[in-house]
């Protein structure tokens, strides 16, 4: 069975530029996750989606991030425009159920200059 | 692939030596933690959970610890392998919100 699946893996961009991340998540799994990693920490949740709505987006900054699941399905997270700060692993994980054991993506590295 | 964090606390063992790796947590409400592990250049990976009316879960050659008066949570691998290189993540979980603590790096030497 495939795993989750993102792309790009590595993204380089300029500030000011937009940027969007794609994930695909397992087969079944109704609850996805949008997770950001800074070097050296923890992932931080982002923003979670059951089916195609979104429940807990309060992390999610959203002057310049928007996100969607239109399907239910795959997923898209996107930033416009990115800031120098912005530069980090952004890390898409699904699951089955809510909290239940989330199976996460090899992430997009993404380096803002 | 890139290195997950560069100024992570790092655990240095023998190979086939016994590994602690320790952690705190934050909330006294979380009733659900995991351990991660985590590989250059890869996702974060479900090693092992317990919920919090528990103290001690066992799997394959990992065992979980936890100490809710002092809100602490260990994870132990028996006969540390040099595939167990990574950095390893602590997870609580309240109100269906997964909160990730600060990593540590296990290096495994031959």
């Known amino acids: 069975e495939a795993g989750v699946v993102q792309s790009p893996r590595y993204k380089i961009i300029e500030k000011k530029q937009p940027v969007a991340f794609w994930c695909n998540p397992i087969s079944g799994h109704n609850t996805l996750y949008w997770y950001r990693q800074n070097l050296g920490q923890g992932p931080e949740l982002l923003i979670r989606?059951?089916?195609?709505?979104?429940?807990?987006d309060s992390q999610l900054p959203k002057d310049r991030f928007s996100a969607e699941r239109l399907k239910g399905v795959d997923s898209t997270l996107k930033i416009q425009p990115a800031e120098l700060g912005d530069s980090a692993v952004y890390l898409c994980?699904?699951?089955?159920?809510?909290?239940?054991?989330?199976?996460f993506g090899p992430g997009t590295r993404l380096t803002v200059l | 692939g890139e290195s997950v964090g560069l100024h992570l606390p790092t655990l240095s063992v023998q190979e086939g030596d016994n590994s602690i790796i320790n952690c705190a947590y934050s909330n006294s409400a979380s009733d659900y933690f995991i351990w991660y592990k985590q590989e250059s250049g890869k996702g974060p990976q479900f090693i092992i959970d317990?919920?919090?009316?528990?103290d001690k879960r066992q799997g394959q050659r990992v065992t979980v610890l936890l100490n809710k008066t002092v809100k602490h949570l260990s994870l132990q691998i028996a006969a540390t392998q040099p595939g167990d290189s990574a950095v390893y993540f602590c997870?609580?979980?309240?109100?269906?919100?997964?909160?990730f603590g600060g990593g540590t790096r296990l290096m495994v030497k031959p």
């Open positions: 989606y059951e089916n195609e709505e979104a429940v807990d």
């Open positions: 317990i919920r919090s009316n528990m």
């Open positions: 997870a609580e979980n309240a109100g269906n919100m997964l909160t």
């Open positions: 994980a699904s699951s089955l159920k809510t909290i239940y054991e989330q199976f």
